[in-house]
């Protein structure tokens, strides 16, 4: 019959608005659905309204989710090097960079002029970075970071958007934080949750200490 | 088994063909013998002999990719190269074409008279790298904009914000003091133009000629006009980009038609020249932004082909390869969905059948976030592998005020998505319109393509299939583990909107069908190692020599030429994008319609502007 084509149509249409109720009355026509019930209406389970109310409601990004990259320091309470950078000034992040944002300056020090393993400046300029996170996945000392942190909006473009050795240092503890099982695979490729020159500083330091029995540290 | 026999006999009637044509016209054609390079090199004057031989005797109907490549300070003679990829359509590697022309006074004959599919990548050569093509119909930039200073992937060209011919910039380590290149180089004297050019009382000579070559009856300022020519776009013509279509009309029936595009290019080639191999990777991600895994795997399958060539290659791990294809497949899909919903778009239902789309859409995006970081930019593949392994939960991390954690283990979320969510989503969307009387009636016989047409033009992809060429490179050319998959090739017959519509639906069922298979695969393969070769080498040791890698996209056939002289970036880096390549039949598809199916028959091609702009 012409037009049943139409109707079958129309026949999805209205089950999808009819869900979209049910849900509603699941949930107690409540605007915001309670944190347990958000995975349903956010999953596979969903029929309802699939939209996410931002700001008031936000996704949680997964732990491997990348922003704006973020230099690791050391806690600011660490007992030996409170805020100390994790970066050695290698290199590696801004040759891995595809679009070429990441500026380092080699740390020197100031009486003898060689160079030390940290950097003296670092800036990326994020109107640049592509999110691509080559710089986190190449870097041989868990240093640089991919954020999570999205929300980075600015009334000022020319200043603003260049952060530098400051601005981009966090603490160890932050990316604990935001990619806890990541961290502990990390920790446990280098064999502890500290920087791995403190690591192998400490296995020299113990070795020197106890040369029979080894390795203890 | 019996793939791996099927290839060695594809792989001889190349040689074949070879043999067949130097004994035709000797002297005219050789072997070209450089380390890594396959194929033979044309006398320039006999070149639309050859082709025509190879299409109509050794049955290479199928241009694939035509491109050029500058190889200034490779030889003596500085050539520009342009490089042809014919295909038999039952299958088999490509018979490659070249010819060589001196820099200064490039001039090629051109072989739209032989495949009319070369007519945009002519265009394109003579944009970029200023070969002329004699006897082309149309030649003139199509990219770029009539006030462009050279031809930009000339090696000598150099671009405004020039810093170095390639990357890591010395410029960023050890010393690296910040500088904002607008400094250098500030806005207002950032561009050049060519010689005699003046923005003073500037009038456009290209778009006069736009309006000049569409067919009209009489000068349009005359008001008994019967002809008018219409310009649609650039500001969205439908849903899909910065497009415009110069529409010639006679009353409400389309005469010709002429696309203009480049509103969005970026000369991705050049970018990739400058950049490393792996650079490139998340370039990749931004060409057809729907598809950005299923872009990753052509570039790794053209990196890989030339890293074969050196001695210590590792081939990707069996489960890499597995995961390479759910993500491929799963793309598949949600391009196709969304494809759906944008051709809906164009015919007027108005967001319905989109937004259904786009749910199952953000399903498989989530999945793609958690294993790769980013929902569209996903920069997932490596050359011998991918990034990281699947990861065992699809688990959010509260960082934000508000963030709302939800928690999925993956593989119970892939099976859900694969076994039951995706295959009723597609069901839903046949009961939704296949049978629509209004869908029907404006679809079917709309913008026909015949099966001679579509080869001739070198469509790709659903627009190729639904014209009757069941031609998919998943199956002509095997890559990665589809020859141990099962699936049919989708093809349909008639070659309208309606057809390449219901080929969709039937790529998605086909798409399902492999996921299906995939996932037992992933559950033994389990632990294994995700990545071949040794891993955190941000710059893989690459061999000289040349390589077409190629992979069916959603979209169509998307192609990676890229040369390498054994440095650490590519020498020739070029995309034979789908979107682009499938526009050309766009005339052909529209002749004769009324100026309302033009949107919807763009629609039913599916481009991406990201991808046709490059």
Same mark, same amino acid.
């Given at each position: 019959m012409y037009g049943s084509g139409i109707v079958r149509g129309l026949g999805v249409t209205l089950k999808h608005f009819v869900n979209t109720y049910l849900e509603d009355i699941r949930w107690g026509f409540r605007r915001h659905v309670p944190d347990e019930a958000f995975p349903l209406r956010q999953g596979l389970e969903a029929r309802g309204i699939f939209t996410v109310e931002y700001p008031e409601e936000k996704i949680a990004t997964p732990e491997r989710f990348r922003f704006i990259p973020f230099l690791v320091v050391d806690n600011y309470d660490h007992p030996e090097r409170p805020g100390h950078d994790w970066c050695t000034s290698c290199g590696i992040c801004a040759k891995a960079c595809p679009p070429q944002c990441i500026w380092i300056v080699r740390g020197t020090n100031p009486e003898t002029g060689r160079p030390v393993p940290e950097p003296a400046e670092f800036y990326i300029d994020i109107d640049i970075c592509m999110n691509c996170g080559l710089c986190a996945e190449f870097c041989p000392f868990d240093a640089i970071k991919m954020d999570h942190d999205y929300e980075l909006a600015s009334y000022d473009r020319t200043g603003a958007h260049i952060f530098n050795k400051q601005r981009l240092s966090k603490e160890f503890r932050y990316w604990q934080s935001i990619a806890p099982t990541r961290a502990a695979e990390e920790a446990q490729a280098r064999g502890g949750w500290e920087h791995k020159d403190v690591?192998?500083?400490? /296995?020299? /330091?113990?070795?020197?200490?106890a040369p029979a029995s080894g390795g203890e540290a | 088994m019996t793939e791996h026999v099927q290839v060695a006999e594809t792989a001889t009637l190349v040689q074949d063909a070879i043999n067949r044509l130097e004994a035709q016209f000797a002297g005219a054609v050789r072997r070209d013998d450089r380390e890594g390079y396959s194929g033979v090199i044309v006398d320039a004057g006999r070149l639309v002999e050859v082709a025509t031989f190879v299409r109509d005797r050794l049955g290479f109907s199928y241009l694939s990719s035509a491109t050029a490549v500058d190889y200034l300070g490779k030889s003596e003679s500085d050539p520009l190269e342009m490089v042809y990829h014919t295909y038999n359509l039952q299958g088999g590697p490509a018979l490659v074409l070249k010819a060589q022309t001196p820099r200064s006074e490039a001039t090629l004959p051109s072989l739209v008279g032989v495949w009319p599919g070369a007519n945009f990548q002519e265009r394109e050569a003579w944009d970029l790298m200023g070969i002329r093509f004699e006897g082309h119909p149309n030649l003139k930039r199509i990219l770029m904009w009539e006030g462009f200073h050279g031809h930009p992937l000339r090696k000598d060209w150099h671009e405004a914000y020039y810093e170095q011919d390639t990357k890591p910039f010395d410029s960023r380590w050890p010393e690296g003091h910040v500088s904002r290149a607008e400094e250098h180089n500030p806005y207002g004297k950032n561009v050049r133009? %060519?010689?005699?050019?003046?923005?003073?009382?500037? /009038?456009?000579?290209? @778009?006069?000629?736009?309006? @000049?070559?569409? %067919?009209?009856?009489?000068?349009?300022?005359?008001?008994?006009?019967?002809?008018?020519?219409?310009?649609?776009?650039?500001?969205? &013509?439908?849903?899909?980009?910065?497009?415009?279509? !110069?529409?010639?009309?006679?009353?409400?029936?389309?005469?010709?038609?002429? &696309?203009?595009?480049?509103?969005?290019?970026?000369?991705?080639?050049? !970018?990739?020249?400058?950049?490393?191999?792996?650079h490139n990777m998340p370039f990749t991600d931004r060409l057809d932004y729907f598809c950005s895994m299923s872009n990753n795997l052509g570039y790794a399958l053209a990196i890989e082909q030339l890293m074969a060539l050196g001695k210590r290659y590792e081939p990707p791990t069996y489960r890499a390869e597995a995961i390479r294809v759910l993500m491929v497949e799963l793309t598949r899909i949600l391009n196709h969905l969304v494809a759906i919903g944008f051709l809906l778009n164009d015919l007027g239902a108005y967001f319905t059948p989109l937004?259904?789309?786009?749910? @199952?859409?953000?399903?498989?995006?989530?999945?793609?976030?958690?294993?790769?970081?980013?929902?569209?930019?996903?920069?997932?593949?490596?050359?011998?592998?991918?990034?990281?392994?699947? &990861? @065992?939960?699809?688990?959010?991390?509260?960082?934000?005020?508000n963030d709302r954690v939800r928690d999925f283990d993956t593989m119970h979320y892939l099976r859900a998505l694969i076994n039951d969510r995706l295959p009723r989503a597609i069901d839903q969307t046949n009961d939704l319109l296949t049978t629509n009387e209004i869908i029907t009636n404006r679809c079917i016989g709309v913008g026909v393509l015949t099966r001679e047409d579509a080869i001739a033009y070198s469509a790709a992809g659903p627009v190729l299939r639904a014209s009757g060429v069941p031609y998919d490179v998943r199956r002509a050319e095997p890559y990665s583990i589809y020859p141990d998959l099962e699936f049919d090739v989708a093809v349909r017959y008639h070659g309208d909107i309606y057809d390449r519509y219901l080929i969709r639906l039937d790529e998605m069922r086909q798409s399902i069908r492999i996921l299906k298979q995939i996932l037992p695969i992933l559950e033994e393969t389990k632990g294994q190692p995700f990545f071949a070769g040794r891993g955190g080498q941000y710059n893989p040791r690459v061999p000289a020599g040349e390589a077409y890698g190629r992979a069916e996209n959603p979209k169509g056939e998307l192609g990676y030429y890229v040369v390498s002289d054994g440095g650490q970036n590519p020498w020739r880096y070029h995309v034979r994008s789908p979107s682009f390549i499938n526009l050309t039949a766009l005339e052909q598809m529209c002749k004769g319609h009324k100026v309302a199916d033009v949107v919807a028959i763009l629609g039913s091609i599916d481009i991406v502007l990201g991808e046709v702009d490059r």
């Open positions: 690591l192998k500083q400490r /296995e020299r /330091e113990a070795r020197a200490k | 133009y %060519p010689a005699g050019f003046t923005l003073d009382g500037y /009038e456009s000579q290209a @778009e006069k000629a736009l309006y @000049e070559a569409a %067919p009209m009856g009489v000068h349009v300022t005359d008001m008994a006009t019967d002809r008018v020519v219409v310009s649609m776009g650039p500001q969205h &013509p439908s849903t899909h980009g910065v497009f415009r279509m !110069i529409v010639s009309l006679d009353g409400e029936t389309i005469v010709a038609l002429e &696309p203009v595009m480049g509103y969005l290019h970026r000369n991705h080639d050049k !970018i990739g020249e400058r950049n490393t191999f792996l937004m259904y789309a786009i749910i @199952e859409r953000e399903l498989i995006l989530d999945f793609f976030e958690a294993a790769s970081g980013s929902r569209m930019m996903c920069n997932y593949m490596r050359f011998g592998g991918v990034a990281y392994d699947l &990861p @065992e939960r699809i688990q959010g991390t509260a960082a934000l005020v």
